[in-house]
């Protein structure tokens, strides 16, 4: 099938050519139809599968048909809600492609920077807002936001929205938007706080689910190192030294850990970048700007932050740390390995991750073979060592400094603990 046989109008047919689209994806193929009918969607499927096309090309077209692009005062009439400003950034860039030549306006707004451009962009008025939830509500708050005239709703990443918290945020969103609208519903998995969720968004939805026809895990290569907590910088500065890879994506569980994997590579003379969320935007953009590009190889990112990274030519995936969820890791190997491209996913597992192995390995329904040949095997000391946590040496760190004597207050004398001297006395 191809998007003239979907019956897409021609401006959004150009932009689709000009980007090198031909045939739709399954998820594409299955969705559009039902989406151009104007019937509410609840769509399931994996990262890469194309959801940002299947939603964004019927929205843009209706927006074209109803003569929006013509009006001379734009209001709000698509909303795209989403959870990182990474992803919020790549579903803008998407619009603006697809809707190259139909005069649709759209902006993105996002926490993380200051307001300012943003609320610039919103006086201009435009056809389709695409928002992360809190910085959503913050410029409605203020009165720069009215989502009254919304005619069509997209919550895309559902249950990535409900692991970062933001369940209340989204109850809000709802809570604003004209009980007439077209309502979207995208999620990678369906557990039933998401069905739940779905059902209180949605009517009588269309139901599609897009399965590979190759599972993620039967698409990249996989291997395991297994390797101490203490020698996983080392290990990772060999790998990237002594494997070839267009570009790698390094996954760390916490945003701690990303940054001092940066610094061990510095040192060791590999030039890395962290993204993550105590990063500032600016800084997450020229990051992930760079890695893009080409100019800086190797990303270091935790999993939040790794939503909306999409590189064509990613190489080669690590996971420093293995995901103690099995559906995360089929997520963060699905980055490499697209459009029919080899990719490599390198997973460390040191002693206390070998259980996380245990159940990914059941999920994926393989093995993933182990390289046992390298510099640093796991040995008994490896076994019994722990590396304190990052709390751990916060409270270590705190637990050496010298305590301050409490300041009197207001002249008072400070009274002795009879009590504690006549404990002391017996």
């Not at 996989?222 to 080392?234: L, T, W």
């Not at 890695?291 to 939503?307: C, E, M, P, Q, Y």
């Amino acid at each position: 099938m191809t998007f003239e046989e979907l019956e897409i109008i021609n401006p959004i047919l150009k932009a689709l050519t000009a980007e090198g689209y031909t045939h739709p994806t399954p998820i594409q193929e299955k969705s559009i139809p039902s989406l151009l009918q104007r019937k509410d969607l609840l769509g399931c499927a994996q990262t890469g599968t194309g959801k940002t096309a299947a939603f964004a090309i019927p929205i843009l077209q209706h927006l074209y048909n109803d003569n929006y692009h013509n009006a001379r005062y734009k209001k709000i009439k698509a909303l795209v809600v989403t959870p990182t400003r990474e992803l919020a950034i790549q579903i803008e860039e998407s619009f603006t492609k697809y809707g190259k030549y139909t005069g649709i306006k759209n902006t993105v707004i996002f926490g993380g920077v200051k307001q300012g451009a943003q609320t610039q962009a919103l006086k201009k008025g435009v056809d389709v807002l695409i928002a992360t939830p809190g910085r959503l509500l913050d410029l409605i708050n203020q009165g720069f936001i009215s989502l009254k005239n919304v005619e069509y709703f997209v919550l895309d990443e559902a249950d990535r929205m409900l692991d970062m918290g933001f369940i209340h945020d989204i109850k809000k969103i709802i809570e604003r938007l004209p009980k007439q609208r077209q309502s979207l519903f995208f999620s990678a998995t369906m557990p039933l706080d998401i069905v739940k969720l779905s059902q209180k968004i949605l009517g009588n939805p269309e139901k599609v689910t897009v399965k590979p026809e190759q599972t993620t895990a039967e698409k990249v290569e996989q291997v395991v190192y297994f390797v101490g907590k203490r020698n996983k910088p080392k290990l990772l500065s060999h790998i990237l030294k002594t494997e070839e890879y267009e570009s790698a994506l390094v996954f760390s569980r916490t945003k701690y850990g990303a940054d001092k994997i940066v610094r061990f590579l510095k040192k060791a003379g590999i030039h890395a970048e962290a993204i993550h969320g105590n990063k500032s935007q600016g800084a997450r953009q020229r990051a992930l700007t760079n890695f893009k590009s080409g100019n800086t190889k190797v990303l270091v990112a935790t999993d939040i932050a790794a939503r909306g990274i999409d590189v064509k030519e990613l190489s080669l995936v690590i996971n420093f740390d293995l995901p103690n969820i099995s559906e995360t890791y089929v997520h963060r190997i699905g980055r490499t390995g697209r459009a029919g491209a080899s990719g490599l996913a390198i997973s460390f597992c040191d002693t206390d991750e070998k259980p996380y192995l245990r159940d990914i390995q059941k999920l994926i329904n393989q093995r993933i073979p182990v390289v046992s040949d390298h510099p640093f095997p796991i040995d008994k000391n490896d076994e019994t060592q722990k590396i304190p946590t990052q709390q751990q040496e916060q409270r270590q760190h705190q637990r050496h400094r010298p305590k301050r004597k409490p300041a009197a207050q207001n002249g008072q004398k400070k009274r002795s603990n009879n009590n504690f001297n006549r404990h002391k006395r017996r």
